[in-house]
Structure formats: structure tokens, C-alpha cells
């Protein structure tokens, strides 16, 4: 079966360190990995996605991913956080539907 | 384009009672999915429609649910006999394979909260 772990549910980092939410896959054949972001009270939000070609795969808002496959990881990267990327993060692989990790809690501190 | 759109957005209702959400897609997207999410958890599938046929259910979607999208453009989705572990929040999304520089990228809508008491 296809599925996505988030093995920490809470990521606490100050703001201006770089960050890394980290999500491992279990995907038969070809993985399509997401990562989108839920703030309080709204839907989620598209952030990035690997289907193919380049490992690293940039995305909105200065987030990065690097999809490894001898790892099945595709952590979630950005350089320098902010106070307001501070939001739930789920990592998901899709089939015909989004399978979703269980979602990491990113706490930025000023 | 809007945006997906959902209504209502909080809903508190009886045991036992019926409720219906509606989800509008973005227009031109063939393909609307409804998903479940509890307090803690990551969103978990409930079934999808490729225009107006529905393709998969999950094995979450017991005979109390219904969804329909009878003109391949809204979606409802009812839920009968409401129980108190129905409460969650019901996420729409739409997506389209067909004509778009981002043929694997759903949209969710805002979602509606459902609250059984």
C-alpha cells in the first residue's frame, strides 16, 4: 500500500535558521510527492510537487523539496524561516487520490 | 477563477439528523475528490468523481454518505443519521488531467466543519 510518514509532529526553529520538515515514502513504482500547508481555519494550500526530472524541486514561498530516492525521503527545505510560515505541513503521494502523512507542526520563533 | 468553494463552512447538527455540503470546483476541472479531516490527523480520501462519475469510495464512506455530481460541475455530499464521530472537517478539492500546465495539482476549498452533538 502507498503511504507517507511524518515521523516529528512538532518542528520548532528560530526565525532566520533554515528549516526541515521531513516526510519518507513507501510507493511502488514511480513516486508523486506533495507537500501543502493548512493555516488555522483554512484548506489547504499547495506548496510543491516531484513527478520527475530534477531532485530538487522548488516551490512557493522560498520552499524547497529534495525527493531521495535510495533514501524514499522528500524532505521539506526552506533556507531562512519565518515567524509566518508557522502552519501545519503535510507531506502526500499520489495515486489517483492524495495519500496524506499525519501533518508536522512548524513553529517558527522570533 | 474563484477558487474551489464550499458551503456552508461550520454546520452543527443533531444525532441523528441529515446534513448535505456542497463543493463548487474550479470550472474547468474534470476531477472533484472529498476528503475528511479530524482534529491531529492528515486529510484521509473519501471518494472522487471524474465528471459526473464517481469513480472510487473509500472504505471510510459508509452507507450513511452519499455524494453526487449529477452535471459534472458541483458536488454534494450527505451524510444520513449523523453520529457524533462524524464530526470533522470535510475538505473539497478539484483537479484536472486534461489541458493544464498542472494536471497532478488539486485545489482544496476552505472546507466545512461539521459539529454533532
Known amino acids: 500500500a502507498q503511504s507517507v510518514a511524518q515521523p516529528e509532529d512538532q518542528v520548532n526553529v528560530a526565525e532566520g535558521n533554515p528549516l526541515t520538515v521531513k516526510c519518507t515514502y513507501s510507493?511502488?513504482?514511480?513516486?508523486?510527492l506533495f507537500w501543502y500547508v493548512q493555516y488555522p481555519n483554512r484548506g489547504l494550500q499547495f506548496l510543491l510537487k516531484y513527478i520527475t526530472g530534477d531532485n530538487l524541486v522548488k516551490g512557493s514561498y522560498g520552499f524547497e523539496a529534495e525527493f531521495n530516492k535510495s533514501q524514499t525521503s522528500f524532505h521539506l527545505k526552506k533556507p531562512s524561516a519565518l515567524v509566518s510560515d508557522s502552519a501545519l505541513y503535510f507531506c502526500a503521494v499520489l495515486t489517483d487520490k492524495l495519500i496524506f502523512g499525519t501533518g508536522t507542526r512548524l513553529q517558527v520563533f522570533p | 477563477d474563484t477558487g474551489v468553494s464550499q458551503n456552508p463552512r461550520h454546520k452543527i447538527t443533531k444525532r441523528g439528523q441529515n446534513v448535505t455540503f456542497r463543493c463548487d470546483p474550479i470550472?474547468?476541472?474534470?476531477?472533484l475528490y472529498w476528503y475528511r479531516q479530524t482534529l491531529g490527523q492528515g486529510p484521509e480520501f473519501l471518494t472522487y468523481f471524474q465528471n459526473e462519475a464517481q469513480l472510487e469510495k473509500s472504505r471510510l464512506l459508509s452507507d450513511r454518505f452519499s455524494a453526487e455530481r449529477p452535471k459534472g460541475s458541483f458536488s454534494t455530499l450527505e451524510i444520513q443519521r449523523t453520529e457524533q464521530g462524524d464530526s470533522a472537517m470535510y475538505l473539497c478539492?478539484?483537479?484536472?488531467?486534461?489541458?493544464?500546465?498542472?494536471?497532478?495539482?488539486?485545489?482544496f476549498g476552505p472546507g466545512t466543519r461539521l459539529t454533532v452533538t
Open positions: 470550472s474547468e476541472h474534470n476531477r
Open positions: 510507493v511502488s513504482g514511480n513516486p508523486y
Open positions: 478539492a478539484s483537479s484536472s488531467m486534461v489541458g493544464t500546465l498542472n494536471p497532478y495539482e488539486q485545489y
